[in-house]
T-cell receptor, first 112, second 115 residues
Framework: GEDVEQSLFLSVREGDSSVINCTYT??????LYWYKQEPGAGLQLLTY?????DMKQDQRLTVLLNKKDKHLSLRIADTQTGDSAIYFC????????????FGQGTELSVKP | GAGVSQSPSNKVTEKGKDVELRCDPI?????LYWYRQRLGQGLEFLIY????????KSGLPSDRFSAERTGESVSTLTIQRTQQEDSAVYLC?????????????FGPGTRLTVT
């Protein structure tokens, strides 16, 4: 079956880079996503990467995918206090239709 | 344009009562998903609808849970005889198709508390 794992907490200082990691088990994953959830708010899609890519950059966000190790990471450059939130990794696979399989989320705390 | 909307935003109910949660997807989106998020946890898939196809109900945790969708519009998630473990945020998402390259847009969720 499919499984997505994330570490639960990450604390960084403002201005530093944050790296949030995710591992998944289903080798048929097609798209992998990063969502952000702020307190009391819905899920916001931050970025996504197709499984035939190794890297995707979007402003302060860099996604790295190691398909061999089934490892996905999200790097946030120059982390700001407004980046404090829970970040969810999710995968989508050919054999599971449209549903997303989510990790349990990483709570990012940015200290001034 | 309008995003995915859900109602109510909060629902408190007594154990054993039935509840109905509503989702209005983005207009024109053919695929609609329901997820559940328990406190401090990730999202669990419940059910999804794609056009006129039979829904994928593989994530529904028990036969107390059911969902309907009218055409390609509103969906209702019904929980019968609610239990305390049903307390969670119920999130709805829609996408323009169920293809693997189609993004899901999430609503704000309904926070259900069963007392």
């Amino acid at each position: 079956g499919e499984d997505v794992e994330q570490s639960l907490f990450l604390s960084v200082r403002e201005g530093d880079s944050s790296v949030i990691n995710c591992t998944y088990t289903d080798s048929s994953s097609t798209y992998l996503y990063w969502y952000k959830q702020e307190p009391g708010a819905g899920l916001q899609l931050l970025t996504y990467i197709f499984s035939n890519m190794d890297m995707k950059q979007d402003q302060r966000l860099t996604v790295l995918l190691n398909k061999k190790d089934k490892h996905l990471s999200l790097r946030i450059a120059d982390t700001q206090t407004g980046d404090s939130a829970i970040y969810f990794c999710a995968e989508r696979t050919y054999n599971q239709g449209g549903k997303l399989i989510f990790g349990q989320g990483t709570e990012l705390s940015v200290k001034p | 344009g309008a995003g995915v909307s859900q109602s109510p935003s909060n629902k408190v109910t007594e154990k054993g009562k039935d509840v109905e949660l509503r989702c209005d997807p983005i207009s024109g989106h053919t695929a609609l998903y329901w997820y559940r998020q328990r406190l401090g946890q990730g999202l669990e898939f419940l059910i999804y609808f794609q056009g006129n196809s039979a829904p994928d109900k593989s994530g529904l945790p028990s036969d107390r849970f059911s969902a309907e969708r009218t055409g390609e519009s509103v969906s209702t998630l019904t929980i019968q005889r609610t239990q305390q473990e049903d307390s969670a945020v119920y999130l709805c998402a829609s996408s323009s198709s169920s293809g693997v390259d189609s993004r899901q847009y999430f609503g704000p969720g309904t926070r259900l508390t069963v007392t």
